[in-house]
């Protein structure tokens, strides 16, 4: 009885760890993966454009309801990101909920912030979620003058939302 628990632990043990890496693989794993891929912030994605979307642990990206909350609320997080990296170290968070920067970053913040009719970071990414790994998705429509594109999920349609383009990826031709 004893030796079939134990043997029934280790299958279980087996098959999470195998699933674990389903979510996100490692950056060589996604890299490769990605190398006869472009993502639509460097080349055209018209709607009805066919696309999976791409995040990883160090490079997330946020989901919204709208452009200029999209736009707002990965920016941030990008300034995140490009503060920690060379570091390793979180950056000064200010009472907005973003780094503390200066000058054109500062700028774009404040601009970004009062277009999407926020005051702070967390009142944006209340209205957002975590961008998922590998959902299939259509363009619906995608702004020349904006980072974000409007797409929906192949799965389910009815669930449509902005994203960055940077993170989303299409078949090259």
């Known amino acids: 009885m004893a030796l079939a628990l134990l043997a029934l632990l280790l299958i279980l043990l087996l098959q999470w760890y195998a699933g674990s890496g389903k979510h996100d693989a490692s950056p060589a794993v996604v890299d490769q993966a990605a190398s006869d891929m472009t993502n639509c912030l460097t080349a055209e994605c018209p709607a009805g454009t066919r696309a999976v979307t791409f995040t990883t642990r160090q490079e997330p990206f946020y989901s919204c309801k709208s452009d200029e909350l999209s736009d707002y609320a990965n ?4 300034v995140m990101i490009a503060h920690m990296l060379p570091t390793g170290a979180a950056p000064e968070i200010g009472k907005t909920g973003e780094p503390v920067v200066q000058g054109s970053e500062k700028q774009a913040l404040d601009r970004l912030r009062a277009k999407a009719g926020v005051s702070t970071f967390e009142e944006a990414i209340a209205k957002c979620y975590r961008g998922e790994q590998n959902q299939k998705v259509q363009v619906l429509y995608s702004p020349k003058d904006s980072d974000s594109i409007y797409v929906a999920a192949e799965e389910h349609p009815e669930n449509k939302f902005w994203m960055p383009k ?6 090259a031709h």
Request: net charge positive; no cysteine; charged share 30%.
């Open 75 to 78: 920016y941030v997080l990008g």
């Open 166 to 171: 940077a993170r989303l990826l299409r078949k």
